[in-house]
């Protein structure tokens, strides 16, 4: 038998090494329907799931593929599906129910260009706002970004641990191009941690459902069977699960769902700084825009300009507190992203006009030219001198 | 505990009466949202005699519902229950059965959410033959929302959205369940409590995807818009024109104004379950352990059962 935790130095590409991480976190359930260029996260989780005791499941549609994750949630496994631009609309009815819920499970979308069908097999980051607001009605979001197939493990797995930690589902915001590219993976079963599902706190009888502890979130979940009995619904409802449809049972429980992302921030936010200290000019970007991006940053220490990067491993929640504490010491930000500019609409708001903001807009199909970031901030610094 | 009390005069408040069901029910959640007339509770109550004569408890069974006056009905249940969006019931029920084979997961919903919005996720489960007993609650029209054309309204009903009475050919719910791949379908409706109870035994003792109609009165909306009475008049409509024919060709279900309707158990026919299916031919073929819980799977604790041999329906 094949092992769970794939030790030692691969060369996997970004989907493949997102099935990977979810074995190593310790997904027993795949639910899934193919979709480019989401389809060889399915195909090697499909042929990896048999081999550790996990169960794959190719559904009837994105629909279906979220809700029976949602399910074998409930059943008492960590499950996990996957997807790609039209199929990521798809899900966004029982993501909210994951959300409202409090359903532990990951949801990877290795993104597309849009809208529609858009461009299947050519990248975008169009989806980084709908990944926020997708579903109906208010809720908070956690969404993780990574930038390379090494990524694509490591937080897959994170994925994994956050969903078990905040009681939710967790977003993996990858791209076409992380997704399909080949790079050498290095899985290191000791450098790997797992966070286990919270047993309930209380006996059967005693126990409340949705009772939430210090940390907003609520204390353990029993599967289906444990004999706890419990009410799960879409409904607004109350500690006990039960539906109670007035005022100020939302008004307890819709907060709390984004409360408990904000209440728990610091342990969830993740950025990574790359020459910062000294930099004029900082880029705040994601994903593989942050490897055109690193391109740029070079080409401007090249020329003097004193540029510096932010890389958001989470872009949702946004890391505002990070930027308001530099936006008074910079003369500006930049932010490439695959878009017309979603992410930077967040820059702004936390800036606040107390440093330039410019779009590095790109619709998508290919990655950003460094050049092009490059002559973003070149304008920059002319404005700021 | 009280079990039987006599009819109290109109008005009357019975008190210190239970129902002798009553822990399979969540008592702190009644009354019920249902209408007077309703089929929705002679089904549900079926639902946990047939719980009790099989020796279920609360730690063997899940329910699991979508959206609708059916939809409540995991609500009431006082088993692990979960009350999904619309529709979707069945694909959330296919992950906790997947992830839990050792215990029985029974879909209970209604004809617009499990044959319109989740007519995709029936036709798949029952195909893959995902170990599930779904029981639907046919009263041919959206009840919640006001009573709006269904896909099992008749032709020639009327429904809120259809004014001048429905034109749209109904699914005839046994053959579509059959010919998807069901291992057991059956109908009845809210009259023949004790049957529709068997069959619901039946259902949930068979391994694989199982499918149970229950064609119920809904004189609120279906009955009222189209002159059939209170709940009782429907039930005696159903005295009249009910046929009990077991291993009748579902083909010949379909369900008319005025016309005979079919009842019985029209399949019982055993094949490899979802799960049993990926064991034998994946697992044991590729030499890959299997995991712990189908290790236990289709040993439900069955002590009471008076279901099943598995042999084809005469």
């Given at each position: 038998?094949?092992?769970?935790i794939l030790?030692?130095?691969?060369f996997l590409?970004g989907?493949?090494?997102?099935?990977?991480?979810?074995?190593?976190a310790g997904c027993?359930?795949?639910?899934g329907?193919p979709?480019?260029p989401q389809s060889?996260?399915?195909?090697?989780?499909s042929?990896?799931?048999p081999?550790?005791?996990?169960?794959?499941i190719?559904?009837?549609?994105?629909?279906?593929?979220?809700a029976?994750?949602?399910?074998g949630?409930?059943?008492?496994k960590?499950?996990?599906?996957?997807?790609s631009g039209?199929?990521?609309?798809?899900?966004m009815e029982n993501l909210?129910?994951?959300?409202?819920t409090?359903t532990?499970?990951?949801?990877?979308?290795?993104?597309?260009?849009?809208?529609?069908t858009?461009?299947?097999?050519l990248?975008?980051?169009?989806?980084?706002?709908?990944?926020?607001w997708?579903?109906?009605?208010?809720?908070g979001?956690?969404?993780?970004?990574?930038?390379?197939p090494?990524?694509?493990f490591e937080?897959t797995?994170?994925a994994?641990?956050?969903?078990?930690?905040?009681?939710?589902?967790?977003?993996?915001?990858?791209?076409e191009?992380?997704?399909?590219m080949?790079?050498?993976?290095?899985?290191?079963p000791?450098s790997?941690e797992i966070?286990?599902?919270?047993?309930p706190?209380k006996?059967?009888?005693e126990?409340?459902?949705?009772?939430?502890g210090?940390?907003?979130?609520?204390?353990?979940?029993p599967a289906l069977g444990d004999?706890?009995?419990?009410?799960?619904?879409g409904l607004?409802?109350?500690?006990?699960?039960?539906?109670?449809?007035?005022e100020e049972t939302?008004?307890?429980?819709?907060?709390?769902?984004?409360?408990?992302?904000?209440?728990?921030?610091?342990a969830?936010?993740?950025?990574e700084?790359?020459?910062i200290?000294?930099?004029?000019?900082?880029?705040?970007?994601?994903?593989?825009?942050?490897?055109?991006?690193?391109?740029?940053?070079?080409?401007?220490?090249e020329k003097?300009?004193?540029v510096?990067?932010?890389?958001?491993?989470t872009?949702?929640p946004?890391?505002?507190?990070?930027?308001?504490?530099?936006?008074?010491?910079?003369?500006?930000?930049?932010?490439p992203?695959?878009n017309?500019?979603?992410?930077v609409l967040?820059?702004?708001?936390?800036?606040?006009?107390?440093?330039?903001?410019?779009?590095?807009p790109h619709a998508g199909?290919?990655?950003?030219?460094p050049g092009?970031?490059?002559a973003?901030?070149e304008?920059?610094?002319a404005h700021a001198? | 505990?009280l079990?039987k009390?006599?009819?109290?005069?109109?008005?009357?408040?019975?008190?210190n009466?239970?129902?002798p069901m009553?822990?399979?029910?969540?008592a702190d959640r009644l009354?019920?949202?249902?209408?007077?007339g309703c089929?929705l509770?002679?089904v549900?109550?079926?639902?946990?005699y047939a719980?009790d004569d099989l020796?279920?408890?609360?730690?063997?069974?899940g329910?699991v519902?979508?959206?609708?006056?059916?939809?409540?009905?995991a609500?009431?249940?006082?088993?692990?229950?979960?009350h999904t969006?619309h529709?979707?019931?069945?694909?959330?029920?296919t992950g906790l059965?997947?992830?839990?084979?050792?215990?029985?997961?029974?879909v209970?919903?209604?004809?617009?959410?499990?044959?319109?919005?989740?007519?995709?996720?029936?036709i798949?489960a029952a195909?893959?033959n995902?170990?599930?007993t779904?029981?639907?609650?046919?009263?041919f029209?959206y009840g919640?929302?006001?009573g709006?054309?269904?896909?099992?309204?008749p032709?020639?009903?009327?429904?809120?959205t259809a004014?001048?009475?429905?034109?749209?050919n109904?699914f005839?719910?046994?053959?579509?369940?059959?010919?998807?791949?069901?291992?057991?379908v059956?109908?009845?409706?809210?009259?023949?409590?004790?049957?529709?109870?068997e069959?619901?035994?039946?259902?949930?003792?068979?391994?694989?995807?199982?499918f149970?109609e229950a064609?119920?009165?809904c004189?609120?909306n279906?009955?009222r818009r189209n002159?059939?009475?209170e709940?009782?008049d429907?039930?005696?409509?159903?005295?009249?024109?009910?046929?009990?024919k077991?291993g009748a060709?579902?083909a010949?279900?379909?369900?008319?104004?005025?016309?005979?309707?079919?009842?019985?158990?029209?399949?019982?026919?055993?094949?490899?379950?979802?799960?049993?299916?990926?064991e034998?031919?994946?697992?044991d073929?590729?030499?890959f352990?299997?995991?712990?819980a189908m290790?236990?799977?289709?040993?439900?604790r069955?002590?009471?059962?008076?279901?099943?041999?598995g042999?084809?329906?005469?």
């Open positions: 038998m094949a092992e769970r030790a030692g130095t691969h590409n989907d493949e090494a997102c099935a990977e991480g979810a074995l190593a027993d359930l795949f639910a329907y979709i480019t060889e996260i399915a195909e090697r989780i042929r990896r799931l081999q550790v005791g996990g169960v794959f190719q559904m009837e549609d994105e629909i279906s593929s979220i029976a994750t949602l399910g949630a409930w059943g008492g960590k499950a996990m599906t996957a997807t039209p199929g990521f609309s798809l899900m909210g129910l994951g959300m409202m409090e532990p499970c990951v949801l990877i979308n290795i993104q597309r260009g849009g809208p529609s858009g461009l299947p097999t990248v975008a980051q169009g989806d980084m706002m709908q990944a926020r997708g579903s109906h009605g208010d809720y979001v956690v969404a993780l970004v990574p930038s390379s090494q990524e694509a937080l797995v994170r994994f641990n956050l969903s078990e930690m905040l009681r939710m589902p967790i977003l993996v915001m990858a791209d191009v992380v997704g399909h080949f790079e050498r993976v290095v899985i290191d000791e790997i966070v286990e599902r919270k047993a706190n006996p059967p009888g126990f409340l459902l949705y009772e939430p210090e940390d907003l979130v609520p204390q353990g979940m004999g706890y009995r419990v009410h799960v619904t607004t409802h109350d500690e006990r699960g039960y539906p109670v449809l007035n939302q008004g307890k429980l819709i907060p709390r769902l984004r409360n408990k992302i904000t209440h728990n921030i610091e969830i936010v993740d950025v700084e790359t020459e200290d000294d930099a004029e000019i900082v880029i705040v970007t994601y994903g593989i825009s942050a490897r055109s991006s690193l391109g740029a940053l070079r080409l401007a220490r003097g300009l004193k510096g990067m932010l890389r958001l491993r872009v949702w946004f890391p505002a507190d990070v930027l308001q504490e530099k936006a008074d010491r910079v003369a500006g930000f930049v932010v992203e695959l017309l500019g979603q992410i967040e820059v702004e708001r936390a800036v606040c006009g107390r440093a330039a903001v410019k779009s590095v199909g290919e990655i950003h030219d092009t970031i490059l973003a901030i304008e920059v610094f001198h | 505990m079990t009390a006599k009819p109290a005069p109109a008005g009357e408040v019975l008190e009466v239970s129902h009553e822990r399979f029910l969540r009354p019920h949202i249902w209408c007077s089929g509770g002679t549900l109550s079926c639902f946990t719980l020796g279920l408890t609360d730690a063997d069974v329910v519902s979508g959206i609708g006056c059916t939809g409540r009905a609500g009431y249940l006082n088993l692990d229950s979960y969006t529709g979707r019931a069945i694909p959330f029920a059965a997947v992830a839990r084979p050792d215990k029985k997961v029974v209970i919903s209604g004809d617009g959410d499990l044959f319109a919005i989740g007519g995709n996720h029936f798949h195909r893959r995902v170990d599930m779904v029981i639907c609650v046919n009263n029209n919640m929302t006001g709006q054309v269904g896909p099992t309204t032709i020639g009903s009327r429904a809120t004014p001048y009475g429905n034109y749209e109904p005839n719910l046994p053959y579509l369940a059959a010919s998807s791949g069901a291992v057991y059956a109908r009845w409706t809210s009259l023949h409590a004790r049957r529709l109870k069959a619901m035994i039946e259902a949930i003792t068979m391994p694989g995807f199982t149970v064609v119920c009165p004189p609120t279906y009955g002159r059939l009475g709940g009782l429907e039930l005696k409509y159903y005295a009249e024109k009910s046929v009990i077991h060709d579902p010949d279900a379909d369900l008319l104004p005025g016309n005979d309707v079919l009842v019985g158990r029209f399949i019982q026919k055993e094949r490899p379950t979802f799960l049993q299916a990926y034998h031919q994946i697992l073929k590729q030499h352990v299997k995991p712990q290790q236990n799977q289709n040993h439900v069955l002590s009471g059962a008076t279901a099943t041999d042999k084809a329906a005469s």
